[in-house]
């Protein structure tokens, strides 16, 4: 007999919607299944305990709209129990953070030290919140990613449809996304773009934390930059990540000898305490703009996202020789 804190979900069968058409197996689980650890997804994949039309599959397999996905009982911990929204962070997302919406999509200012989704020890995420504060958009889905210390706009597709085809833009490099950072130091005029492979670095402390790679290792990685202003020992730049390798711009930046401004990973931690000491504790990295084809009018769409006062403040903080 199952203890109240462990209850287990009857077998069920799931028929693919259209909106659910394309997608994978086991990413179809992962949304379905709210709480189940991925470790368990894929288990249950592997031993052909979930079955499509009767037949077992693979966690890669495409789902087709009409599709019987078959889905056995599934033992939840109570832990797992979705974490409600916060009275703030609801009217947030109600409020002035939704920067455009229409019937496909959504663009959000994320705040800084808000996660994008939930996990590794991250409560509640700018995804699962929405779902709480939306709870008629059944279909919901991150676009893209920002690092939880990053600000600015976010893409939300509202279905699968949506979802593939603001991807395949940024697979193909035609969404632009423009970025700004305070980094320390004097950045030259000639330093227009950084070409060079990110990968992996290696953590004692296991946490994620990447490198610019040796000679022919690592994914390739190209930024584009430009000068917006510079402010004694300081420079404001703007940032085009071309291709979108996990802490890219702050990686680049950081190799070239121009660390972002409170970034707990690859800053200077001197004058990441000097700032936080001036009542400025974030890093200062936000998504400015973001340009994609809009999935229900094929035109080309820019938004912005406003910056917050302490942008204006950093300009009011001497660095001095830190």
């Given at each position: ?7 287990v ?25 709210k ?10 994949i592997?031993?052909g305990e ?5 037949k ?24 797992a ?8 962070l609801?009217e ?5 953070a ?25 409560r ?28 600015g706009?976010i ?15 940024l ?6 996304k ?5 980094v320390l130091?004097d950045?030259p ?19 994620r ?5 040796e ?27 071309v291709?979108g390798?996990t ?7 950081t190799?070239?000898?121009?660390p ?13 305490e ?23 009018t094929q035109?080309?769409?820019s ?5 917050e ?14």
């Open positions: 007999m199952s203890s109240p804190s462990t209850p979900v009857a077998v069920s069968y799931l028929e693919i919607t259209a909106n659910a058409a394309g997608q994978r197996l086991d990413n179809y689980l992962l949304g379905q299944l709480g189940a650890p991925k470790t368990l997804i894929y288990r249950i592997r031993k979930v079955r499509i039309n009767k077992r599959a693979k966690a890669d397999t495409r789902l087709k709209a009409g599709d019987c996905v078959r889905v056995p009982p599934i033992r939840l911990a109570e832990k129990s979705v974490t409600p929204v916060g009275k703030g609801r947030l997302l109600e409020g002035e939704l920067l455009f919406e229409n019937e496909q999509v959504m663009v959000f200012n994320k705040p800084a030290g808000l996660a994008v989704h939930g996990g590794s020890g991250v509640i995420g700018l995804i699962e919140a929405l779902r709480q504060v939306r709870p008629e958009l059944t279909s919901l889905e991150l676009v893209h990613r920002l690092d939880k210390d990053t600000s706009c893409l939300l597709a509202k279905s699968r449809q949506a979802l593939n085809f603001l991807q395949d833009q697979r193909e490099k035609s969404m632009g423009y970025y700004q950072a305070w130091g950045w005029s000639s330093l227009v773009e950084i070409n060079a492979p990110i990968d992996r670095a290696s953590s004692p402390s296991g946490e934390r990447m490198k610019v790679a000679f022919n290792q690592g994914k390739a990685s190209l930024t584009r930059f430009k000068i917006i202003k510079k402010q004694q020992g300081l420079t404001l730049i703007e940032a085009e990540p291709t390798r802490h890219q711009i702050r990686i680049h930046a190799s070239a000898g121009f972002l401004i409170g970034d707990p990973k690859y800053g200077k931690d001197a004058i990441n000097h700032f936080r000491r001036a009542g400025i504790p974030r890093m200062f990295l936000h998504a400015r703009r973001l340009e994609f084809l809009d999935p229900v035109q080309r769409i938004i912005e996202a406003p910056l006062e302490s942008w204006q403040k950093v300009e009011q903080v001497k660095v001095g020789k830190l």
